[in-house]
């Protein structure tokens, strides 16, 4: 299994092999740079591509389902504008999905916290802040803002979040450690339908719908016009297939909340 503690003990393994055979054989002091190399370039993939577990275990898919069912994620909200949007799109196709939301922006708007939950969806955290230096946190930052954001969910809803999805689906061991002591579920996504960057709907609908199978967890956001217009072309889509969209609690049976 390819993780950070793995590919740390084999790269210390060959360097310590490499400093016994440098003497025997002469080998060129340069070559240490091999594996630490490889050491690098594996550390970065892993850091941005969460699907690899390279440093935690996160949930990306439940393919072994037998239930026509997938599990719809957005990220980043609530937003003013379009998360009622997309609780009502929601609410016409009968669909179940997780919100995983940014704690400053809960903060501003508790009541669409509130409808979100009342509407029959889970909630999951998604950082307080969501800054674009996340993955350069220490830990103890990471912990304070992960512990930030659920204190915050907590005084609207009075339920302790168990569900994590770090910004930008990205994972070191700071971020590892942090979720680890405090005992979260972490996600990631199976589809990603990068509506963030898409230039219209479409784009995003043949992205999610393209190889969408049972047990998918597909990652979109509710933060835009474009995404609202993607979610009820997929929305359709699932309808047609006689396809529905359930919470990751219902997917894997698991508790969303601290009981």
Not at 205 to 234: C, M, P, Q, Y
Request: charged share 20%.
């Amino acid at each position: 299994m390819l993780s950070f503690r793995n590919v740390n003990s084999v790269v210390v393994l060959l360097i310590l092999i490499f400093f016994g055979l440098r003497f025997k054989f002469d080998i060129v002091i340069w070559y240490i740079l091999i594996p630490i190399v490889g050491w690098l370039f594996l550390t970065a993939i892993g850091s941005f591509n969460i699907s690899l577990n390279y440093f935690l275990k996160a949930t990306h898919h439940k393919h072994y389902t037998d239930k026509n069912v997938i599990a719809l994620t957005l990220d980043d909200g609530p937003h003013p504008e379009f998360t009622p949007k997309v609780l009502e799109l929601l609410k016409e196709f009968n669909s179940k999905a997780t919100f995983f939301l940014i704690g400053k922006n809960a903060e501003k708007y508790p009541e669409l916290v509130k409808q979100i939950i009342a509407d029959g969806h889970v909630i999951g955290s998604h950082s307080y802040a969501h800054t674009n230096n996340y993955g350069f946190l220490s830990r103890n930052g990471v912990t304070k803002d992960i512990m930030k954001s659920q204190k915050v969910l907590f005084d609207i809803t009075k339920r302790n979040v168990q569900f994590f999805r770090p910004p930008f689906g990205v994972t070191n061991p700071n971020i590892a450690r942090a979720v680890k002591n405090l005992s979260l579920k972490t996600f990631g996504w199976s589809v990603r339908s990068y509506d963030t960057v898409a230039k219209n709907s479409e784009t995003v609908f043949k992205k999610v719908t393209a190889n969408l199978k049972n047990g998918d967890i597909v990652l979109l956001h509710d933060t835009s016009e474009l995404s609202v217009d993607a979610l009820e072309k997929v929305l359709t889509h699932l309808k047609i297939k006689n396809m529905n969209s359930v919470t990751l609690t219902t997917l894997f049976n698991t508790d969303s909340y601290e009981v």
